[in-house]
């Protein structure tokens, strides 16, 4: 059974910081894309790509509004991708997902993400 658990959200002030975890498993993670999406308060249909890390050859890309602030890795060994955030900011409030892909899309194209998890919540306070 594929499965994918998201923890370390929590509710941090603003310029704080962050690490997320995906933990997976169920499947040959190191065949495998694992992204990050996060979906903000009143936004119910719509999941922003936030970044994502192809653990075939290394890969990364990050979504326009996180760049320079986020940073995605992957630790092979423990089936775990990471993201850590800093400097954060009251607009990055949102429920935190990982999800995985077995093929690599440029922009991470959420339709390649067929495993998902539950989601964790970030909160940041002004």
């Known amino acids: 059974e594929v499965q994918l658990v998201e923890s370390g959200g929590g509710l941090v002030q603003a310029g704080g910081s962050l690490r997320l975890s995906c933990a997976a498993s169920?499947?040959?993670?190191?065949?495998?894309?694992i992204g990050w999406f996060r979906q903000a308060p009143g936004k119910e249909r719509e999941r922003e790509v936030v970044?994502?890390?192809?653990?075939?050859?290394?890969?990364?890309r990050y979504g326009d509004s996180v760049k320079g602030r986020f940073t995605i890795s992957s630790d092979n060994a423990k089936n775990t991708v990471y993201l850590q955030i800093n400097n954060l900011k009251p607009e990055d409030t949102a429920v935190y997902y990982c999800a995985a892909a077995a093929i690599w899309g440029r922009r991470c194209p959420i339709e390649y993400f067929g495993y998902w998890g539950q989601g964790t919540q970030v909160t940041i306070s002004s």
């Open positions: 970044s994502c890390i192809s653990n075939v050859d290394g890969r990364t």
């Open positions: 169920g499947f040959t993670f190191n065949d495998y894309t």
